[in-house]
Structure formats: structure tokens, C-alpha cells
């Protein structure tokens, strides 16, 4: 009796570890094929139409727990009272976008440098990646340094580095003899550029300034130099200057190139139909829905129309009109100068979003 129990107690044991078995790998190849789908389905998918969701998940991080916020986004900090703008997430019409994943993000990109470059929005979108990566791995030794031309923020448990590199033009302002030249077509700062993994470029919001807001006093195009020209006109042939230096210059198979599309404003409430309004101060909830009346800004045409004809791969983070819906999330008054600001963004807040796509982009 004893040994027929013992054979049957054996028998039931190989049974349980073979079922065991069966179902563990029934449930790698469901998730492996669940995440297949996914792929398929956001690759079929335009990621940038689609409505903001409420979310009470949200935010990813909160901001008091990130060291790496610049005291002008940092809108908690500076007295902001409501939350609700942090409990949004975008939503695709035709298919659902995976979650951030820092930790996914820091195992993918062990070893590697990523470069944003751009103006004060790329800088945004920099230090909202940090926090993003830092809620991630929260014990992860980080080491920050740099030189006068980037800063270099480093994962260092993961060799992963985020670089920030400031060009409000991508092309060059040199100093001659009458004084800083924007040189339309002149870009020599793409030799550092190129030895990057990953780079996500941006440039718009410093076009249109002027006197002694703008860095320069000339602009060069060819070889006539002008006091000044139409700054639209300006910005399409700097962008065509990035645009053959991404094709002449960058290795696709060595580096992932991405273009932050054009970030709005909020100063006019006619565009999200209140006239009379002048600023973002008074605002606490996206757009429904989602168009924006006012339409596209021409500067994005002109940066879609540019990368269009580019032979690489270059992918267009096309985030203008979403960011458009988001009257609700800049810093307004909440900052360390307390000046209205209703063209940065909050972190946490809208450009977590962005990095949200970014990270679509770069796994999909």
C-alpha cells in the first residue's frame, strides 16, 4: 500500500511540475504574442490623434521627488494649488500607447548617449526624461557634468547618459568683425552631434525676437548678409541646413534621429474660443476633444514639409496639436520669477507625455 501511495504521490508531482511548465510557457508565449499585437497595433496607428483622458493613475512621478527640476517648471514647488492638469493621459483614437517604462527604457539603452538639442523646450522635455528615468530607478547613482558646450545627465548603475546640448537656432551665430552672424547655412556643432545613440532636436521659439533679445546682429544666407529677413523664410533654410547635415553626417544604423514638432503658446484666448482672455493664468483642464480652433502654427508645416525631404530616417514626434489641447498645463504665474509663462510647460506635466511618444518611437 505504501509504495502504490509513494508511486501516485510521484506520479502526481511529475503531472504538477509538467502542468506547471505548460502553463508558464503558455503565458511567455500569451505575453510575447500580447505584445506583438501591441506593436502591430501602434504601428498602424496615428499616435498623435487622439483626446486627452482622465486618469487618476496619473501623474507618472510626482515632482517633489525629483531633484532635477529647474526652479521655472517646477510649478508645485512655486505655489501652483490645483492637480487636477496632472490626471490626463493621451489617448490614441485607433489604439493604445504602452505606459512609460523607465526601467524597460534604461535596460534598452545600457551604455548609451542621448542627446537632446535645442532651446529652452528641448530643456523641458530633458529635464521631464530625467525625472521619468530618476521615479524609475530611484536608488540609481546619477552624476551630472558637462562642459560649455552640454550638460550630461548619467544613470550611472546603467550607463545610460541624457545630454542636454542649448542651440536656439541649430545653426551657427559666429562672431565677426560687424559683430554675431546667424549663419543660416553653417552647422558645425553636428561633428559632436553625430557620435550620439539617440538625438531629438527642436528649434522655433527663439525666431522671433528681436533687438536686444535676439543673440545676433547679422544674418549671413549665402553669401549676402542682411540686417534682418523674413524670420519664416530664415527658419525653413536653417532647418534645410539641419536636414542635409542629418544625410550627409548621421549613421542610421548608429543613431535614431527624432524632431520635437512645433510647441504652442497659450497668450490668445480666441484660439481656444474665449476672446479676451491674454494668458494661460485662469486655466485648470485640457480641451475636450481633439482639434484646436486656431489650427496649426505655419512654422509646423515648415518642419513637416523639410523632414519630408530627408532620405534618412527621421521621425517627427509630432506633438503640436495635443500640446495645443493643453492650455491648462504651463506654469502661468507658478514659477521661482513669477512672470506669466503660458509657453514652457509644468514638470511633472505635459512633456512627460512627449517622452511618452518618444519612447513609442524608439521601441516600436
Given at each position: 500500500?505504501?509504495?502504490?501511495?509513494?508511486?501516485?504521490?510521484?506520479i502526481l508531482v511529475t503531472f504538477l511540475v509538467i502542468f506547471s511548465c505548460l502553463c508558464e510557457a503558455n503565458s511567455e508565449?500569451?505575453?510575447?504574442?500580447?505584445?506583438?499585437?501591441?506593436?502591430?497595433?501602434?504601428?498602424?496607428?496615428?499616435?498623435?490623434?487622439?483626446?486627452?483622458?482622465?486618469?487618476?493613475?496619473?501623474?507618472?512621478?510626482?515632482?517633489?521627488?525629483?531633484?532635477?527640476?529647474?526652479?521655472?517648471?517646477?510649478?508645485?514647488?512655486?505655489?501652483?494649488?490645483?492637480?487636477?492638469?496632472?490626471?490626463?493621459?493621451?489617448?490614441?483614437?485607433?489604439?493604445?500607447?504602452?505606459?512609460?517604462?523607465?526601467?524597460?527604457?534604461?535596460?534598452?539603452?545600457?551604455?548609451?548617449?542621448?542627446?537632446?538639442?535645442?532651446?529652452?523646450?528641448?530643456?523641458?522635455?530633458k529635464e521631464s526624461l530625467v525625472c521619468l528615468l530618476h521615479a524609475a530607478a530611484p536608488n540609481s547613482k546619477i552624476i551630472?557634468?558637462?562642459?560649455?558646450?552640454?550638460?550630461?545627465?548619467?544613470?550611472?548603475?546603467?550607463?545610460?547618459?541624457?545630454?542636454?546640448?542649448?542651440?536656439?537656432?541649430?545653426?551657427?551665430?559666429?562672431?565677426?568683425?560687424?559683430?554675431?552672424?546667424?549663419?543660416?547655412?553653417?552647422?558645425?556643432?553636428?561633428?559632436?552631434?553625430?557620435?550620439?545613440?539617440?538625438?531629438?532636436?527642436?528649434?522655433?521659439?527663439?525666431?522671433?525676437?528681436?533687438?536686444?533679445?535676439?543673440?545676433?546682429?547679422?544674418?549671413?544666407?549665402?553669401?549676402?548678409?542682411?540686417?534682418?529677413?523674413?524670420?519664416?523664410?530664415?527658419?525653413?533654410?536653417?532647418?534645410?541646413?539641419?536636414?542635409?547635415?542629418?544625410?550627409?553626417?548621421?549613421?542610421?544604423?548608429?543613431?535614431?534621429?527624432?524632431?520635437?514638432?512645433?510647441?504652442?503658446?497659450?497668450?490668445?484666448?480666441?484660439?481656444?474660443?474665449?476672446?479676451?482672455?491674454?494668458?494661460?493664468?485662469?486655466e485648470t483642464t485640457p480641451i475636450n476633444g481633439s482639434t484646436y480652433s486656431a489650427g496649426l502654427p505655419s512654422a509646423a508645416?515648415?518642419?513637416?514639409?523639410?523632414?519630408?525631404?530627408?532620405?534618412?530616417?527621421?521621425?517627427?514626434?509630432?506633438?503640436?496639436?495635443?500640446?495645443?489641447?493643453?492650455?491648462?498645463?504651463?506654469?502661468?504665474?507658478?514659477?521661482?520669477?513669477?512672470?506669466?509663462?503660458?509657453?514652457?510647460?509644468?514638470?511633472?506635466?505635459?512633456?512627460?507625455?512627449?517622452?511618452?511618444?518618444?519612447?513609442?518611437?524608439?521601441?516600436?
Amino acid at each position: 500500500m505504501g509504495f502504490v501511495t509513494q508511486s501516485l504521490c510521484s506520479i502526481l508531482v511529475t503531472f504538477l511540475v509538467i502542468f506547471s511548465c505548460l502553463c508558464e510557457a503558455n503565458s511567455e508565449q500569451y505575453h510575447s504574442n500580447h505584445v506583438r499585437l501591441r506593436k502591430q497595433e501602434v504601428a498602424n496607428c496615428n499616435v498623435y490623434e487622439g483626446s486627452w483622458v482622465y486618469d487618476n493613475s496619473y501623474p507618472l512621478y510626482e515632482s517633489s521627488a525629483c531633484p532635477h527640476i529647474r526652479k521655472q517648471f517646477d510649478c508645485h514647488k512655486y505655489g501652483r494649488p490645483d492637480t487636477l492638469f496632472l490626471k490626463y493621459r493621451w489617448q490614441p483614437k485607433g489604439c493604445d500607447i504602452p505606459r512609460f517604462d523607465g526601467q524597460d527604457f534604461l535596460r534598452r539603452f545600457k551604455g548609451k548617449n542621448i542627446m537632446l538639442v535645442g532651446d529652452s523646450l528641448i530643456l523641458n522635455q530633458k529635464e521631464s526624461l530625467v525625472c521619468l528615468l530618476h521615479a524609475a530607478a530611484p536608488n540609481s547613482k546619477i552624476i551630472v557634468g558637462g562642459n560649455d558646450l552640454y550638460t550630461n545627465t548619467t544613470f550611472e548603475d546603467y550607463g545610460v547618459s541624457i545630454l542636454l546640448f542649448l542651440s536656439h537656432y541649430l545653426v551657427d551665430i559666429e562672431e565677426e568683425a560687424i559683430g554675431p552672424v546667424l549663419k543660416l547655412d553653417s552647422l558645425k556643432n553636428g561633428k559632436i552631434w553625430r557620435d550620439m545613440d539617440v538625438l531629438v532636436f527642436y528649434s522655433w521659439l527663439w525666431w522671433y525676437r528681436s533687438g536686444p533679445k535676439k543673440p545676433w546682429d547679422y544674418i549671413q544666407n549665402g553669401v549676402v548678409i542682411l540686417d534682418d529677413m523674413d524670420r519664416m523664410v530664415a527658419f525653413r533654410k536653417a532647418l534645410t541646413t539641419w536636414a542635409k547635415w542629418v544625410d550627409t553626417d548621421v549613421d542610421p544604423v548608429k543613431t535614431k534621429v527624432f524632431y520635437l514638432g512645433i510647441s504652442p503658446s497659450h497668450y490668445n484666448g480666441t484660439d481656444w474660443n474665449k476672446p479676451g482672455v491674454t494668458n494661460c493664468a485662469n486655466e485648470t483642464t485640457p480641451i475636450n476633444g481633439s482639434t484646436y480652433s486656431a489650427g496649426l502654427p505655419s512654422a509646423a508645416y515648415i518642419v513637416k514639409d523639410v523632414l519630408s525631404t530627408i532620405k534618412k530616417p527621421v521621425k517627427l514626434l509630432d506633438i503640436t496639436t495635443l500640446s495645443q489641447l493643453r492650455k491648462d498645463a504651463h506654469p502661468s504665474s507658478y514659477n521661482a520669477y513669477k512672470g506669466m509663462d503660458c509657453t514652457h510647460w509644468c514638470v511633472a506635466g505635459l512633456p512627460d507625455t512627449w517622452n511618452q511618444l518618444l519612447y513609442v518611437g524608439l521601441t516600436n
